[in-house]
C-alpha cells in the first residue's frame, strides 16, 4: 500500500530533524573553522571636553583581535583602524569609565556581520580635571662638555618662550620647560641643533609644537693661572757696575687660551730691570717690566718696583 506524502514527510520526523540539525552545525563548524584571526596594536586617542584634561596614567595604546574571512581581514591596514575612547560627555571633574570604541576607515566596506572585533582592554578608566595654558621659558638641558682648551660661551634658544596645556596638578608649580638632552663633547665651533621639549607630565601638550633650536657658540677657553717664584734680571748695566743686592722673587697674575697656557713655563716670562740709565753706583727706585708671549694678558704683578742698590765692581767681581 503506498504511503501519503503527509506520511512520507513526517515518517520518522525526529531522526530528519536531527539530521538537519546536524547539517546545519556541520556547515556552521566548517566556516568557523575557515576564519582567519588578525592582531593589532592602535593608539589610543583620548576625548575630553575643551576644559578638561586627562591626569595620571591609562593605556597608551590597544590590542585588537579581527576575525573574519582572511581575504577581508588582510584589506585592511593599520591606518585603516583607529581607538576612541570618548569622555566629553563628562563635564565636570572626577574619574570617568567608558567603553574604548574601534572605528574603521569610511572608504572600508565594514558591517559587524562579516566580522567579529575585540579590543583589550574594553573599557577605560580615567581622571579628568581642568585644564590650564601656560607660557613657560624653555631652559636648555646641557650634557658633557667641550674637548679641552674649548668652552660653550654663549648659546640662543628659538623660541625662548613656549605654551603648554594639560590637568593643573601637572603645570601650576612648573615655571620652566626643558629640552631633551644636547650633547657638548667634540663640540669646536659653533653649531645649531634641533632639540625636542621634555613634557613634565605625561598629559602635558605643546600645542604649537615641541621642537626648538638651539645654537651654541663655542671657542677657545679663556683661563687666568697664577705663577710665582720667578726670577728678574738686569738688562743694559754698564760693565763696572753690579747690583749689591740679591733681587726679590716674582708672582704673576696671567690670562689667556687654556691650550696655550697650558703650554706655558716660567722661562717664556721675563721681568727685567732696564739699567741703561744707571751710570754712577746708589740706591734708586726701579720699575720692573715684563714680557709675556703673544695671545697672554697680565693682570697684576708683585712687586711693581723695587729699591735697587748699585755699586762698583770689585775685582774679585
Known amino acids: 500500500m503506498k504511503k501519503g506524502l503527509f506520511h512520507i514527510i513526517f515518517d520518522r520526523w525526529l531522526a530528519k530533524i536531527l539530521s538537519i540539525l546536524m547539517a546545519v552545525l556541520l556547515a556552521l563548524f566548517y566556516q568557523i573553522s575557515n576564519l582567519e584571526e588578525r592582531y593589532f596594536s592602535i593608539p589610543l586617542e583620548i576625548r575630553t571636553n575643551d576644559g578638561f584634561s586627562v591626569s595620571g596614567s591609562y593605556p597608551l595604546s590597544v590590542r585588537v583581535n579581527l576575525r573574519g574571512s582572511e581575504e577581508l581581514i588582510y584589506s585592511i591596514l593599520d591606518d585603516d583602524l583607529s581607538a576612541v575612547a570618548d569622555f566629553t560627555a563628562s563635564d565636570t571633574e572626577g574619574s570617568f569609565k567608558v567603553p574604548v570604541e574601534?572605528?574603521?576607515?569610511?572608504?572600508?566596506d565594514y558591517r559587524n556581520d562579516t566580522m567579529e572585533v575585540r579590543v583589550e582592554p574594553s573599557e577605560i578608566t580615567v581622571y579628568q580635571e581642568s585644564k590650564i595654558t601656560k607660557?613657560?621659558?624653555?631652559?636648555?638641558?646641557?650634557?658633557?662638555?667641550p674637548p679641552n682648551g674649548y668652552e660653550l660661551v654663549q648659546y640662543f634658544v628659538s623660541p625662548t618662550f613656549v605654551t603648554v596645556e594639560g590637568p593643573r596638578s601637572q603645570l601650576d608649580e612648573i615655571h620652566s620647560i626643558k629640552t631633551e638632552e644636547i650633547d657638548l663633547s667634540g663640540r669646536y665651533d659653533d653649531f645649531t641643533v634641533s632639540s625636542r621639549l621634555v613634557p613634565p607630565g605625561g598629559n602635558v601638550r605643546f600645542p604649537g609644537g615641541?621642537?626648538?633650536e638651539f645654537r651654541g657658540v663655542v671657542d677657545e677657553a679663556i683661563i687666568i693661572q697664577n705663577m710665582t717664584n720667578l726670577e728678574i734680571v738686569a738688562v743694559d748695566l754698564a760693565n763696572d757696575i753690579v747690583i749689591a743686592q740679591n733681587l726679590p722673587e716674582m708672582s704673576i697674575t696671567i690670562q689667556g687660551s687654556q691650550l696655550v697656557l697650558e703650554q706655558l713655563r716660567p722661562r717664556d716670562l721675563h721681568f727685567y730691570l732696564d739699567c741703561s740709565g744707571i751710570i754712577v753706583p746708589g740706591t734708586y727706585t726701579m720699575p720692573i717690566r715684563v714680557d709675556v708671549p703673544e695671545g697672554i694678558a697680565v693682570l697684576k704683578y708683585n712687586p711693581r718696583e723695587i729699591p735697587v742698590t748699585f755699586s762698583y765692581r770689585s775685582e774679585e767681581q
Do not use: A, C, Q
Open 210 to 212: 615641541s621642537t626648538v
Open 102 to 108: 574601534i572605528r574603521f576607515d569610511s572608504s572600508l
Open 135 to 145: 607660557s613657560l621659558e624653555i631652559v636648555p638641558s646641557l650634557s658633557r662638555f
